[in-house]
């Protein structure tokens, strides 16, 4: 089984930087597809950002120049660094694993952008 442990949300005014951690365990979980989406109150969850086991990645386009996403295999911990946050950013933000037969979530970490 896979478990999933999301940490740095918070509140950070517009324009500023916020990282995200999260830590899994289980076994195998080096050999799979890790990412990050979120969900703002009434609307639907959405993909930010993935990143392959091999380290290729890619981003949602509301996201794509001011957000990045990095993963440490010894660690089992994918990261997300966000800059020049918006309002709009405002959302609990999930982990997920692809796993072999199954996907796997996190409890997700609450981001509020506000000045």
């Known amino acids: 089984q896979v478990q999933l442990v ?4 918070g ?14 365990s289980g ?3 080096r050999l799979y597809n890790m990412g990050w989406h979120r969900q703002a ?14 380290g290729n990645s890619d981003y949602a386009d509301s996201v794509k120049g001011r957000f990045t996403i ?3 295999n010894a660690k089992n911990t994918v990261y997300l660094q966000m800059s020049s946050l ?8 999930y982990c997920n694993v692809q796993g072999r ?3 796997y979530w996190g409890q ?7 000045s």
């Open 6 to 9: 999301e940490s740095g949300g």
């Open 11 to 24: 509140l950070v005014q517009p324009g500023g930087s916020l990282r995200l951690s999260c830590a899994a």
């Open 27 to 29: 076994s195998f979980v």
């Open 41 to 54: 109150p009434g609307k639907q969850r959405e993909l930010v950002a993935r990143i392959s086991s091999g």
């Open 70 to 72: 990095s993963r440490d």
């Open 86 to 93: 918006e309002p709009d950013d405002t959302a609990v933000y």
């Open 101 to 103: 037969v199954s996907t």
């Open 108 to 114: 997700g970490t609450q981001v509020t952008v506000s």
